[in-house]
């Protein structure tokens, strides 16, 4: 028999609902010790009676909205997953000329600040040998290495 969606009011055909205790019988009934009449009593079994299967199959139509939901978040995280990756690729920065990427190696040449860390604001030197700029910077990309590696002055500095 058809009835209304709680939530949205949408005509839910085919899918039978299990009628609900009368509010105020049971309500009385579980608030007391008082036995229910052999109407109420009647009423309650016919109540499991039918639930019981019902619940059931309730329980197996969330398993399976449950595995097709999981097949979803898998389906949308690997998405995810790859538009990152789409982006990574289509990054700005990977399209940086040579001659500008020297340009900010050479900024980023300090001198002697490279042996020095910041370790909660204060200046700190670092107690391991520290690895020269150049090759940090050789190490983002084979692009920058290249760059770095065929930079002499990055390696006069």
């Known amino acids: 028999m058809p009835h209304n969606c709680s939530r949205c009011g949408a005509t ?10 009368p509010d105020p019988e049971i309500e009385v009934l ?12 009647a009423f309650f079994r016919e109540t499991r009676r039918t639930g019981k299967p019902r619940l059931a199959e309730l329980e197996t139509r969330i398993a399976d ?9 898998q389906e949308r995280d690997s998405l995810i997953w ?5 982006t990574d690729v289509l ?10 990427l020297c340009e900010i190696f050479a900024h980023s040449m300090t ?17 391991i040998i520290s690895v020269p700029c150049q090759w940090k910077l050789g190490k983002v990309s084979m692009n920058w290495r ?6 002499p002055r990055m390696w006069s500095m």
Do not use: F, I, W
């Open 12 to 21: 839910c055909a085919g899918v039978p609902s299990v009628r609900p205790a």
């Open 30 to 41: 579980l608030c007391t010790n008082l036995p229910p009449s052999e109407t109420q009593e």
């Open 65 to 73: 909205a449950q595995a097709k939901l999981d097949v979803l978040l």
């Open 82 to 86: 790859n538009l990152q990756r789409c």
């Open 91 to 100: 990054n700005p920065v990977r399209r940086l000329p040579s001659d500008v």
């Open 111 to 127: 001198g002697p600040e490279n042996s020095y860390s910041y370790v909660g604001g204060t200046k700190m030197r670092s107690a």
């Open 146 to 151: 290249h760059t770095a590696l065929t930079y």
